[in-house]
């Protein structure tokens, strides 16, 4: 089967790193996706990784191992509107994207 | 930048109601879908359209759920007689190159 875990929620401190997991399970893969979504707006791309390794785009990476079925999404000098939900999500097929349910992210003063 | 549209951002109605939720895709997408997040929970896939017919519908896409290209730019998803249930966000998205998701709507049914 398909499936995606993500913890529900995760609270950091302004400035600080924070990391967040993911695993999944799928028979095909074309690659990991991580989006930020606040609340009442569409998810918002972040990054994508298909081959293992990490992948920098400013204050945000991604790291994926294809064989774990493993991604995190790492978060650095955190700022207050980076409180907002992150999903993380695969191709499953017809291009139908599978998405996991959501860490909530509260970043602190 | 190339946008998906959709409207109106938030429909409120009554249960039994019938909804049309419409969406206008980026022109030269050839991929539609619609996706569902019920409040506090996960984006759901509903279904997607190719090639002018649904190419995979998930178990949550029924029998009271259609959708239709009418014209050469408009992607609809009508919901035939609403319930309380239904009441969530609903994602339009269309892909080419890029997947590009709509603002949404909100449907409220009271």
């Known amino acids: 089967g398909q499936n995606i875990d993500q913890p529900t929620e995760m609270t950091a401190t302004e400035g600080a790193i924070v990391q967040i997991n993911c695993t999944y399970q799928?028979?095909?893969?074309?690659?990991l996706f991580w989006y930020q979504q606040h609340a009442g707006e569409a998810p918002t791309f972040l990054s994508y990784n298909v081959l293992d390794g990490l992948e920098e785009k400013g204050r945000f990476s991604s790291f994926l191992s294809r064989s774990k079925g493993y991604s995190y999404l790492l978060l650095k000098e955190l700022q207050m509107k980076d409180s907002a939900s992150y999903l993380c999500r695969f191709s499953g097929g017809y291009n139908k994207l599978i998405f996991g349910a959501g860490t909530r992210l509260a970043v602190h003063p | 930048e190339p946008e998906v549209t959709q409207t109106p951002s938030h429909q409120v109605t009554q249960m039994g109601q019938e909804v049309i939720l419409r969406c206008v895709p980026i022109?030269?997408?050839?991929?539609f879908y619609w996706y569902r997040q019920i409040l506090g929970q996960k984006v759901e896939f509903l279904v997607s359209?190719?090639?002018?017919?649904?190419?995979?519908k998930s178990e949550i896409f029924d029998d009271q759920f259609s959708v239709e290209r009418p014209d050469g730019s408009n992607f609809t998803l009508k919901i035939r007689s609403t319930k309380l249930e239904d009441s969530a966000m609903y994602f339009c998205?269309?892909?080419?190159?890029?997947?590009?998701f709509g603002s949404g709507t909100r449907l409220t049914v009271v």
């Open positions: 022109s030269n997408h050839l991929y």
């Open positions: 799928t028979s095909g893969f074309n690659g």
């Open positions: 998205a269309s892909s080419g190159h890029g997947y590009t």
């Open positions: 359209f190719y090639n002018n017919e649904i190419s995979e």
